[in-house]
C-alpha cells in the first residue's frame, strides 16, 4: 500500500517539476512507511545510517518542499519539534501523554463546529484542529509491567 502511495507522491512531485532526489525520496519513503508522525530531527536520524553526509538542515529543506506541494502537512505543538504527517486526507489525532507519539484516528469532520464558530465570532473560518490525549497502549504495557 506503501509503495503504491510512493509512486503516486512522486509523479505528484515530478509534475511540480520538483527534483528528485535520493535523500528527498528517502524522507518521503520513511514517512509514508511510519504512522508515528516523526519530527525532523526523527527523520534525521533514522536515515542517519543511509545518507551519512545528509545535516538534519536537508531534511528540513526537504520535508519544506514535500510540504510546498502538498504531500505532507506540517503539526506544530508550540515548541520547536514540528512533527510531520504524510496522511494529508481529513483526519483527527490522538497523542500518547507519555511517549508523546501521534496516531490518527478517523472522525466525521467537525463542520458544525466550524459553522457555528464563523457564526458566532464572525470569522471566516479556514480549519481547526482537535487533539485527544491519553496513554497509549505501549505505555500501559509498560506501565503494568513496572507495578509488578
Ligand atoms: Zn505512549
Ligand atoms: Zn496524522
Redesign the pocket.
Known amino acids: 500500500m506503501a509503495d503504491g502511495k510512493l509512486q503516486e507522491s512522486i509523479a505528484t512531485l515530478k509534475k511540480a517539476g520538483v527534483r528528485i532526489t535520493p535523500q528527498r525520496h528517502a524522507v518521503l519513503d520513511y514517512l509514508l512507511n511510519t504512522m508515528t508522525h516523526p519530527t525532523a530531527d526523527d527523520i534525521y536520524k533514522a536515515l542517519e545510517e543511509k545518507f551519512p553526509n545528509m545535516s538534519v538542515a536537508t531534511v528540513y529543506n526537504n520535508l519544506r518542499v514535500l510540504k510546498e506541494v502538498g504531500l505532507v502537512r506540517e503539526l506544530n505543538y508550540g515548541d520547536d519539534s514540528s512533527r510531520f504527517d504524510c496522511n494529508t486526507s481529513e483526519h483527527y489525532h490522538i497523542i500518547?501523554?507519555?511517549?508523546?507519539?501521534i496516531e490518527d484516528f478517523n472522525y466525521p469532520t467537525l463542520d458544525e463546529v466550524e459553522k457555528l464558530a464563523a457564526q458566532v465570532t464572525g470569522y471566516d473560518v479556514t480549519d481547526h484542529r482537535m487533539e485527544v490525549y491519553g496513554?497509549?497502549?505501549?505505555?500501559?504495557k509498560?506501565e503494568k509491567v513496572a507495578a509488578n
Open positions: 500518547c501523554k507519555k511517549c508523546e507519539k496513554i497509549c497502549k505501549e505505555c500501559q509498560a
